[in-house]
């Protein structure tokens, strides 16, 4: 299983029924497995361009998790100082994408399904999407 090198992220791995060939079962339960209340999901699907990019921005206080669902994306991680790239392609395993955490999603499968939980709800102000505001901030909080 991958390493996370970078701040404010880490894989959560999620309950797993395999009822080979009926199907799989993947729970999520709140305090066992999503360490948050949700108050909030988006799942992002219909990507039809290969070189798409979504995300691009960090939040200064949003934690999240994010699980792929179908098919598979690389996602970029970066805090300010490292970075780091995976393969998403494994519903079981949700990546934290906490605060101070600029995230780029990229190359998408056609059948990719991204959902997202968050712990609050939508608010632009929440957002950093600038690249150089991000990185004077992130140097700020070492
Ligand atoms: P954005 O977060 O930039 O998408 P992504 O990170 O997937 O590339 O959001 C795109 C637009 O949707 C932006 O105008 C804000 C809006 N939006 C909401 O209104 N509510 C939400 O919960 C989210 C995630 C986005």
């Known amino acids: 299983m ?8 880490g894989i959560i791995e999620l309950q797993l029924f395999d009822d080979f060939p ?8 709140v305090k066992k497995h999503i360490p948050f209340e949700i108050r909030r999901l988006y799942f992002i699907t219909n990507v039809f361009r290969n070189r798409s990019l979504r995300g691009k921005h960090a939040h200064k206080k949003l934690e999240q998790y994010m699980f ?8 970029k991680l970066d805090d300010g100082t490292k970075k780091q790239k995976m393969i998403m392609r494994d519903p079981r395993f949700g990546i934290r994408l906490g605060p101070m955490l600029w995230h780029t999603m990229m190359r998408f499968s056609k059948d990719c ?4 939980v968050a712990n609050d709800h939508y608010d632009e102000s ?17």
């Open 22 to 29: 009926d199907g799989q079962l993947v729970i999520a339960e």
């Open 126 to 142: 929440d957002y950093i999407r600038d690249y150089k505001e991000f990185l004077k901030l992130a140097k700020k909080k070492i």
């Open 113 to 116: 399904v991204l959902l997202v």
């Open 2 to 9: 991958i390493k996370i090198k970078v701040k404010n992220s």
């Open 68 to 75: 792929c669902l179908n098919g598979s994306c690389i996602i």
